[in-house]
């Protein structure tokens, strides 16, 4: 079971995603060529099992198996809310997604002279009030619901994706108050367990904060994600330690390279030393060489 590190923040996959190409998003849209159809809810997507099947295993056992699908070609997914279904095949056709917005719209009621704009309050109110959220929790577990459908569908990419734009939201609108009620809404929902080991990443990273709330105690985060919190915790003290005594044998071996240029300097000046010392005593005995020969000569 691997655990998300500070590396893995550097570059979110949602960054490296490209489009794919617009042959495929016009299929979708025209339907054309259609072969099989996604029933959820009540409403139909009219897909190709050439586009899906090689990105969902289980819906190419099911279309291609000894099953009803096979036979008619159609497969359900009553189980998921047809928003999140519409990510899903965005995805299979886009190589990306977009949260999708109920098509009903409410009627706003009509503001008198004296009502002031909603929009406006809010933002007074979010102005006086620091702990409004500035986004909604919706916005988080509208990805880990389309992670909860990539993982039922073995949509491995989709997982990734929608991992790593929750961790980007969290980064980008991180809020202390929000997170306790996302972690505790959020448990059992998804069976990726990367999704757990992103929040238990976030809730070591902002553990100060986190513990000086009034509700934790309260809370009922289960036994499970403490666990992954303290496994989390445990990873960063051993990366951690293992970072200090990188650090140590880096400066013993740099203390080892001064130490032995202190004494290759050394050397050099004793040699230098003593040849000056040579040179001097030659110069002295040719000088008292000379002055032996010349009171020899007189």
Same mark, same amino acid.
């Given at each position: ?190 069976? /990726? ?84 010392? /040579? ?20």
């Amino acid at each position: 079971m691997s655990f998300w590190s500070e590396s893995s923040d550097s570059v979110p996959i949602m960054e490296m995603r490209k489009s794919s190409s617009p042959v495929l998003s016009q299929l979708l849209q025209s339907s054309e060529y259609s072969d099989f159809t996604l029933v959820c809810q009540g409403q139909e997507f009219h897909l190709h099992k050439n586009v899906v099947c090689v990105q969902s295993p289980m819906i190419n056992a099911a279309l291609r198996g000894d099953f009803k699908e096979s036979k008619t070609n159609r497969v359900n997914a009553d189980q998921f809310d047809p928003l999140i279904m519409q990510c899903v095949v965005d995805f299979w056709y886009k190589e990306n997604y977009r949260p999708h917005r109920p098509t009903t719209v409410k009627k706003e009621p009509r503001r008198t002279e004296k009502q002031t704009d909603p929009a406006k309050s809010e933002v007074k109110k979010s102005k006086k009030n620091p702990s409004v959220p500035k986004i909604e929790i919706e916005s988080y577990l509208h990805h880990v619901r389309v992670n909860a459908a990539a993982d039922y569908y073995q949509v491995t990419k989709l997982k990734e994706l929608s991992r790593a734009k929750l961790q980007h939201l969290l980064r980008s609108h991180w809020h202390l108050e929000m997170f306790p009620t996302l972690v505790q809404t959020i448990h059992g929902m998804t069976g /990726d367990e990367e999704v757990y080991n992103l929040l238990a990443l976030f809730a070591v990273r902002h553990m100060n904060e986190i513990t000086e709330l009034p509700e934790v105690a309260e809370l009922d985060w289960g036994s499970e994600f403490t666990l992954r919190v303290l496994r989390c915790c445990g990873r960063n003290m051993s990366l951690l330690s293992s970072g200090l005594r990188k650090s140590h044998d880096d400066c013993a071996r740099q203390a080892q390279i001064l130490d032995n240029i202190d004494r290759s300097c050394w050397r050099r000046q004793t040699v230098a030393t003593l040849i000056t010392f /040579d040179v001097a005593a030659v110069e002295i005995f040719f000088q008292i060489s000379i002055t032996g020969v010349t009171m020899t000569i007189v």
